[in-house]
């Protein structure tokens, strides 16, 4: 029990350390990702049951609901037909499903900050509202 304890006081005092000393130039400052305005045209998406069960549309919009306020991520498929992820400037992260579960499975417009980083794309959302 003794070397658990130890073992997490000495992770938390690497974590802490570790920004320290990026500033004081021992260690390279990590970048943020390069982002670019866009407006992106898409459905909102309830990830898990997209992806791990095929399910999607007007039928499935309460479960969508559902599992966003359990904390499932919802996500906009473009109609690029990218997966654009909704996150936060803030840190720690503000969560953004507030924002997007009126929209469960339904078509928005969304404008923001896109970020496209190893394959990965997301959006700071600055509006979203329902396409047409």
């Not at 997209?50 to 991520?73: N, T």
């Not at 909704?86 to 923001?112: C, H, W, Y």
Request: with cysteine; net charge positive; charged share 20%.
């Amino acid at each position: 029990m003794q070397y658990r304890v130890l073992g997490l006081a000495t992770a938390v005092t690497l974590t802490v350390a570790a920004p320290a000393r990026a500033q004081q130039g021992n260690m390279p400052m990590p970048r943020a990702p390069q982002s670019r305005a866009a407006t992106i045209t898409g459905e909102v998406i309830d990830l898990s049951c997209r992806l791990g069960q095929g399910l999607s549309g007007d039928s499935h919009r309460m479960c969508a609901e559902v599992c966003a306020d359990r904390g499932i991520p919802l996500a906009i498929l473009g109609s690029d037909g990218n997966v654009y992820m909704p996150i936060s400037t803030s840190m720690p992260g503000d969560a953004q499903n507030s924002r997007l579960k009126p929209f469960a499975e339904q078509r928005v417009r969304v404008t923001g900050r896109v970020v496209n980083e190893h394959g990965q794309r997301a959006i700071f959302i600055d509006n979203v509202t329902r396409a047409t």
